[in-house]
């Protein structure tokens, strides 16, 4: 297959490429900085791309078969459509060039009603700060998940827990949201994405990544 990776050149982008290259895919990693992405081979082309623009996310798309996007941002108490606006585009673009297969990192925090309510309490206590920050991130990757509910694409939204670094990856569980607060490696969770998307497991339908 031919892959598009938007956020490439994060920690989890990195290792999906890493991922996609060795199970004999090609892929073209999309990063705002190609002569920092650490991967010189035949199978990875990297182009520069702002995901803001959609003119530049139309033309990355063309001749390709399927996207994994691990765009993020970070916590920020002003007001943020990076993931939104992101994943319009890329919807845009791929109904404009007939790719179907679209796998993207949402996040487990948009459950936090699911958690009982002493764990509520314990986060608003502990952590009002760290919440604050993360609301407005929050309402965007909320607003990227209904974008991608509603694009008609063979679609399907991940969701990890707390991303950990371990050094190898471990026997994951791919399931149904809600998990309450799991942890997730990012190996895990780079290879939950290749597979769903070489495999077309859990197509429509938002899932969880929970590490061993």
């Known amino acids: 297959m031919k892959l598009v990776v938007f956020g490439a050149n994060t920690p989890t982008g990195r290792l999906v490429t890493a991922m996609a290259m060795a199970a004999g895919h090609t892929v073209t990693a999309i990063t705002l900085r190609p002569a920092d992405f650490p991967f010189c081979d035949l199978r990875v082309q990297v182009a520069a791309a702002d995901v803001m623009d959609a003119d530049a996310v139309d033309w990355v798309l063309r001749g390709h078969d399927a996207v994994i996007s691990v765009i993020g941002a970070p916590p920020s108490m002003k007001s943020v459509d990076v993931c939104s606006q992101a994943a319009y585009n890329i919807v845009k673009a791929m109904a404009s060039h007939g790719v179907r297969q679209l796998v993207c990192v949402g996040s487990t925090d948009l ?38 509910r509603a694009s008609g694409l063979d679609w399907t939204l991940i969701r990890p827990g707390r991303l950990v670094d371990r050094a190898r990856m471990t026997g994951y569980q791919v399931t149904a949201c809600p998990v309450r607060r799991p942890v997730t490696s990012r190996a895990d969770l780079a290879h939950a994405l290749v597979h769903v998307l070489v495999h077309g497991g859990h197509v429509g339908e938002t899932v969880c990544v929970a590490s061993e």
Do not use: G, K
Request: aromatic residues 0%.
């Open 111 to 148: 459950d936090a009603a699911d958690l009982s309510p002493v764990a509520l309490l314990l986060q608003r206590l502990v952590r009002p700060l760290t919440l604050a920050c993360s609301r407005a991130v929050q309402r965007d990757v909320r607003h990227m998940e209904n974008v991608v």
